[in-house]
Nanobody, 127 residues
C-alpha cells in the first residue's frame, strides 16, 4: 500500500505564490508518474500537472502553463507544485496522484489512470 500526503495549501492573495508538496510512503515506493489535480466545489476533478518519475518529463493544463511548475525529488519520494501568479479561479482542493506501474499509453490527464491518491489540500486565492 502507498500513502500520499499533501501539504502546503493555504490562503493567499491574488498574484501570490504557494508551493504544494506530496510525499509518498508505504511499501517500497516506485512511481511511473505523478500528477496534481484540483477540484472546486460542485465541479469535477481536473488535471493540473504531471511528471514522469523517470526522465522528469512534465505536462501542464493550459490554464496553468507558465504559472505552475511541477518537479520531483526522487530521493525524498516527493513531488512539488510551485504555483505562481495565483488567481481566484485557482481556488480548489488540490490532490496528488500516483501511477505506480508503467503503461503503454500516457493518459496523464485522466483521473482513473492513477492508482493512488492523497487526501487533498485546500488552496484559496482571494481577490
Amino acid at each position: 500500500q502507498v500513502q500520499l500526503v499533501e501539504s502546503g495549501g493555504g490562503l493567499v492573495q491574488a498574484g501570490g505564490s504557494l508551493r504544494l508538496s506530496c510525499t509518498a510512503s508505504g511499501r517500497t515506493f516506485s512511481s511511473y508518474a505523478m500528477g496534481w489535480f484540483r477540484q472546486a466545489p460542485g465541479k469535477e476533478r481536473k488535471f493540473v500537472a504531471a511528471i514522469k518519475w523517470s526522465g522528469g518529463n512534465t505536462y501542464y493544463a493550459d490554464s496553468v502553463k507558465g504559472r505552475f511548475i511541477i518537479s520531483r525529488d526522487n530521493a525524498k519520494n516527493t513531488v512539488y507544485l510551485q504555483m505562481n501568479s495565483l488567481k481566484p479561479e485557482d481556488t480548489a482542493v488540490y490532490y496528488c496522484a500516483s501511477r505506480t506501474y508503467s503503461s503503454s499509453s500516457f493518459y496523464y490527464t485522466v483521473v482513473s489512470w492513477y492508482n493512488y491518491w492523497g487526501q487533498g489540500t485546500q488552496v484559496t486565492v482571494s481577490s
